[in-house]
């Protein structure tokens, strides 16, 4: 199969050959011809499967048929969860459609408004958008909705997780209903499944994932630490397997800060990236990374979805997430179109309970290692599959929850009596959890 195949013309061609794209991959196989045909589609994309080209490659096809960059008028819009995918999506379609005449601009919150107006007036043929910054330049007439052809949600389930629904059923009830629509989400969850019951009528629905990609090719361990001794064990590994890259995932913005301070007193380089920092400095860091000239980013969940980084070898959980999903999309920045990668998670006894969510979700036990120097105190107990904590949502799918794991040597030391015992509802945070929903705005009237 190739490119040329999928109905696609020269201009767009030449620009994947450029990038080196030889063969589509299965989803893009999939679903560029019925997107070209016009169909509705939602379609269960693995992260790094290449959904980016899938409605992109469609969108520009079509557009380049128009009269293109009418005044404040769109003519297609893609919602995404984070300013950074806003960005990334927005620059992929840029290097997509080198060779047509069509524009496309990123608008996202926390910087100025102006520029964005500006580019709008000037003429935008499609705008990659976070809800909030959407909603208002909406209600400030700064952008029009009635030429839309085509609607692209983006990491459907993220942004409900996010908590953008309204915001999300708001917009799409401005939208021409004469439209096309196409929903991406790594899981269609009954959440996403409803939203797209309601907002995308007649949907061929996709799920490449399961049928043919098969799993990431990523190795995953953990190490079993004190949480007190879990940056000296970081310095530790960095030094001893001469890391020369990794993506460290942490929970809250505080604990980013103290971490990066904490590695250098070690000797060690890093950078951070939360909601809580200036949206040019998270685009300047998040740059460096990609070019390899910061090699340690320590990034709360904002960096978990859609974030392309060529070759990243290693994504370290500095602790685990909540819920279980935020763990697939974390390692799932390693690993990417094809390539092999690893991700390492340092658990204390305080990730126990998202570790046993966590495995549940990946229905076998994480490969667990000990480091010589830092055996834990507090031993942390191995989850047992069906196990579910107190007050932790059920499983919002019909998987065999008493599965065997994979690794029996683990498993050999599991204990339900230690899992019964647990008491708290919650996952324990010592400081907030950076929820990264950061585009959001106050409520403010609709549609006036
Ligand atoms: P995405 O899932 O859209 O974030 O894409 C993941 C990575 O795969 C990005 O680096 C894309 O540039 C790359 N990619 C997407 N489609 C192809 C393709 N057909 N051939 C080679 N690389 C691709």
Same mark, same amino acid.
């Given at each position: 199969?190739?490119?040329?195949?999928?109905?696609?013309?020269?201009?767009?061609?030449?620009?994947?050959? /450029?990038?080196?794209?030889?063969?589509?991959?299965?989803?893009?196989?999939?679903?560029?011809?019925?997107?070209?045909?016009?169909?509705?589609?939602?379609?269960?994309?693995?992260?790094?499967?290449?959904?980016?080209?899938?409605?992109?490659?469609?969108?520009? /096809?079509?557009?380049?048929?128009?009269?293109?960059?009418?005044?404040?008028?769109?003519?297609?819009?893609?919602?995404?969860?984070?300013?950074?995918?806003?960005?990334? *999506?927005?620059?992929?379609?840029?290097?997509?459609?080198?060779?047509?005449? &069509?524009?496309?601009?990123?608008?996202?919150?926390?910087?100025?408004?102006?520029?964005?107006?500006?580019?709008?007036?000037?003429?935008?043929?499609?705008?990659?958008?976070?809800?909030?910054?959407?909603?208002?330049?909406?209600?400030?007439? %700064?952008?029009?909705?009635?030429?839309?052809?085509?609607?692209?949600?983006?990491?459907?389930?993220?942004?409900?997780?996010?908590?953008?629904?309204?915001?999300?059923?708001?917009?799409? @009830?401005? &939208?021409?209903?004469?439209?096309?629509?196409?929903?991406?989400?790594?899981?269609?969850?009954?959440?996403?499944?409803?939203?797209?019951?309601?907002?995308?009528?007649?949907?061929?629905?996709?799920?490449?994932?399961?049928?043919?990609?098969?799993?990431?090719?990523?190795?995953?361990?953990?190490?079993?630490?004190?949480?007190?001794?879990?940056?000296? &064990?970081?310095?530790?590994?960095?030094?001893?397997? %001469?890391?020369?890259?990794?993506?460290?995932?942490?929970?809250?913005?505080?604990?980013?800060?103290?971490?990066?301070?904490?590695?250098?007193?070690?000797?060690?380089?890093?950078?951070?990236?939360? %909601?809580?920092?200036?949206?040019?400095?998270?685009?300047?860091?998040?740059? @460096?990374?990609?070019?390899?000239?910061?090699?340690?980013?320590?990034?709360?969940?904002?960096?978990?979805?859609?974030?392309?980084?060529?070759?990243?070898?290693?994504?370290?959980?500095?602790?685990?997430?909540?819920?279980?999903?935020?763990? *697939?999309?974390?390692?799932?920045?390693?690993?990417?179109?094809?390539?092999?990668?690893?991700?390492?998670?340092?658990?204390?006894?305080?990730?126990?309970?998202?570790?046993?969510?966590? /495995?549940?979700?990946?229905?076998?036990?994480?490969?667990?290692? *000990?480091?010589?120097?830092?055996?834990?105190?507090? /031993?942390?107990?191995?989850?047992?599959?069906?196990?579910?904590?107190?007050?932790?949502?059920?499983?919002?799918?019909?998987? @065999?929850?008493?599965?065997?794991?994979?690794?029996?040597?683990?498993? %050999?030391?599991?204990?339900?009596?230690?899992?019964?015992?647990?008491?708290?509802?919650?996952?324990?945070?010592?400081?907030?959890?950076?929820?990264?929903?950061?585009?959001?705005?106050?409520?403010?009237?609709?549609?006036?």
């Amino acid at each position: 199969m190739s490119f040329s195949n999928l109905g696609l013309s020269d201009p767009i061609l030449t620009s994947l050959a /450029e990038l080196g794209y030889s063969a589509p991959t299965p989803i893009q196989a999939e679903a560029i011809p019925l997107a070209l045909k016009g169909k509705n589609l939602i379609a269960a994309a693995q992260t790094g499967s290449g959904k980016t080209a899938t409605f992109a490659l469609p969108m520009l /096809e079509m557009l380049a048929r128009g009269e293109t960059q009418r005044k404040k008028r769109i003519r297609a819009l893609i919602l995404t969860p984070t300013r950074e995918l806003a960005v990334q *999506v927005c620059n992929s379609i840029e290097a997509y459609g080198k060779y047509l005449n &069509l524009k496309a601009l990123a608008v996202y919150g926390g910087v100025d408004y102006e520029p964005q107006k500006q580019a709008l007036i000037e003429g935008i043929d499609i705008v990659v958008a976070t809800p909030g910054r959407l909603r208002d330049l909406y209600t400030q007439r %700064s952008i029009h909705f009635d030429e839309i052809e085509m609607l692209v949600l983006d990491e459907a389930d993220r942004m409900l997780d996010m908590g953008f629904i309204e915001d999300i059923t708001k917009i799409i @009830d401005t &939208l021409p209903v004469d439209r096309q629509n196409l929903l991406f989400s790594a899981t269609l969850s009954r959440q996403v499944r409803e939203l797209a019951k309601e907002t995308i009528p007649n949907a061929i629905q996709l799920s490449v994932t399961k049928k043919s990609e098969g799993k990431p090719n990523i190795d995953q361990w953990l190490v079993t630490v004190d949480k007190d001794k879990k940056s000296a &064990l970081l310095s530790h590994l960095i030094k001893e397997n %001469s890391w020369q890259q990794a993506l460290i995932f942490i929970e809250t913005k505080h604990g980013a800060a103290k971490l990066v301070t904490q590695l250098e007193k070690r000797g060690i380089q890093a950078e951070c990236i939360h %909601s809580g920092r200036a949206q040019a400095i998270r685009e300047q860091i998040l740059a @460096d990374f990609k070019s390899g000239k910061i090699q340690f980013l320590i990034s709360t969940g904002i960096s978990a979805r859609g974030i392309d980084i060529d070759e990243l070898p290693l994504v370290i959980n500095y602790d685990l997430p909540y819920p279980a999903d935020e763990y *697939v999309h974390r390692i799932g920045r390693t690993g990417r179109a094809g390539a092999a990668g690893e991700a390492i998670s340092l658990v204390s006894k305080d990730d126990f309970k998202n570790l046993c969510m966590i /495995e549940r979700r990946l229905d076998h036990l994480i490969e667990r290692k *000990v480091v010589a120097g830092f055996e834990p105190r507090k /031993e942390v107990p191995v989850s047992v599959l069906n196990f579910v904590p107190k007050n932790m949502p059920a499983r919002d799918d019909s998987k @065999d929850s008493r599965a065997k794991p994979k690794d029996k040597r683990v498993a %050999s030391k599991s204990s339900a009596s230690t899992h019964g015992s647990s008491r708290s509802s919650t996952p324990k945070q010592t400081d907030k959890k950076d929820s990264s929903a950061d585009n959001k705005l106050p409520f403010n009237p609709w549609g006036r």
